[in-house]
């Protein structure tokens, strides 16, 4: 089974600072894909940036990138120039894609995320 | 707003109960998906639906069932309900099933049992 860690359970960050969110993942499959999403106080889950495995350019969405390295199994989130609005947990999460279509996604204990002004 | 629909928002039953949750997709999305969210458990997959077929199982315990009905909503029914199911359940839907689809998250059922 696939399994997601997030280790960092929360962290710190001066506004306007940048931070980088760990992520690391288990699976024996070659084709997949790997997410970042962000759950604020309201509970909504809103999806940050997503990154296919057979890629070897990392995601890029505004001030939120991704680093990703297939060997390590490791995929982490740059966010630069944080702002109030980016407190939130945030969620690493893995799905699988075999011969019949993409499953449901395999979540991360999640890394709450501190803006301080 | 994501364009998924749940209801209720909040319920609250009692141990040994049943409840159902609803969800209505995103207008054109074949598939939905749904997840519990509690303390202990995290965020975990319970059930995919795509088209009216049940397409992929997680975690999802014996007690608990779902189905998606022609007009593609879903609902979830738990029964024999202990007060570890409280918890908060999202509902998801995507197009159908790539990979790169991404799933749209309803607003949530938060489940109290006491």
């Known amino acids: 089974a696939q399994t997601v860690t997030q280790s960092q359970p929360e962290m710190s960050v001066q506004e306007a600072e940048t931070v980088t969110l760990s992520c690391t993942y288990d699976t024996s499959e070659s084709d997949y894909y790997l997410f970042w999403y962000k759950q604020p106080p309201s509970r909504q889950m809103i999806l940050v940036i997503r990154q296919e495995a057979y890629k070897q350019q990392n995601a890029t969405e505004n001030r939120f990138s991704v680093n990703f390295q297939k060997a390590a199994k490791s995929f982490s989130l740059k966010i630069s120039d944080s702002q109030l609005g980016d407190a939130a947990m945030y969620f690493c999460?893995?799905?699988?894609?075999?011969?019949?279509?993409?499953?449901?996604?395999?979540f991360g204990k999640g890394t709450h995320l501190i803006i301080q002004p | 707003d994501s364009g998924v629909t749940q209801t209720p928002k909040h319920l609250i039953t009692a141990t040994g109960q049943r409840v159902t949750l609803r969800c209505s997709p995103r207008?054109?999305?074949?598939?939905v998906y749904w997840y519990q969210q509690s303390l202990d458990q995290g965020l975990q997959f319970l059930i995919q639906?795509?088209?009216?077929?049940?397409?992929a199982k997680g975690n999802i315990l014996e007690r608990f069932s779902a189905q998606q009905f022609p007009d593609l909503h879903s609902e979830l029914n738990l029964s024999s309900l202990e007060l570890g199911d409280s918890a908060l359940y999202f509902c998801?839907?995507?197009?159908?099933?790539?990979?790169?689809?991404?799933?749209?998250f309803g607003p949530g059922t938060r489940l109290t049992v006491l």
């Open positions: 207008s054109g999305d074949l598939s």
């Open positions: 639906y795509y088209n009216g077929e049940e397409r």
């Open positions: 998801a839907s995507s197009p159908g099933l790539a990979g790169a689809d991404t799933q749209y």
């Open positions: 999460a893995y799905r699988r894609v075999s011969g019949g279509g993409a499953d449901g996604l395999t």
